[in-house]
């Protein structure tokens, strides 16, 4: 059975470890290696994982007995209006299909509505078919955005949106 857990600091290194599996199986055909390692070197470093962690983003990590499939992360983002941002959510590949994703968004759902969260929103890559698991999942797509990233790279996403 496929419980949840809230990081601490030294799960950081479980947060790392997933997401260097995961990005190569979901983004290779959309970015490419060199965007990949850009990105996990600057999003998944040590220092920028304690530093979310500090300022207060919940990760919840899924795991069943000593293994872990995946993990999630979210914080609040627009205070007066109660917008929580999910900033990431990835299951290992050898984990799709078991409805760990499904059990971590549920998770964060409750959360954020349980804090008085009046949306949720997340960025993602528009070639990426976790839109689809979002769409199904009740989010809308409200913009289209393409973020200058340095070295040269950009994230051409959807910010899409669950309003509670």
């Given amino acids: 059975m496929i419980t949840l857990r809230k990081a ?3 799960d950081l290194e479980i947060i ?3 997401a260097a599996v995961t990005w190569p199986s979901t983004y290779l055909d959309i970015i490419g290696q060199a965007q990949i390692d850009y990105m996990l070197d600057k999003m998944y470093n040590r220092g920028e994982l304690l530093k979310q962690l500090m300022e207060g983003h919940i990760f ?3 795991e069943e007995g000593e293994n872990q499939f995946g993990f999630a ?3 609040i983002t627009g205070h007066e209006e109660r917008i929580f ?3 990431k959510l990835y299951v290992l590949p050898s984990a799709h299909g078991k409805g760990v994703g499904k059990i971590l968004i549920n ?3 409750n959360q954020v509505k349980d804090a008085g969260g009046s949306a949720l929103q997340l960025n993602v890559n528009k070639h990426n078919k976790a839109k689809d698991f979002y769409l199904k ?3 809308t797509v409200k913009e ?3 973020i200058d990233i340095g070295g040269g790279f950009f994230m051409d996403d959807y910010v899409m949106e669950y309003r509670f």
């Fill in 8 to 10: 601490k600091e030294e």
């Fill in 107 to 109: 998770e964060v759902f």
């Fill in 73 to 75: 992360g979210y914080s």
């Fill in 60 to 62: 919840l990590i899924a």
């Fill in 137 to 139: 999942g009740g989010f």
């Fill in 85 to 87: 941002k999910l900033h």
């Fill in 144 to 146: 289209s955005v393409k």
């Fill in 16 to 18: 790392r470890d997933i």
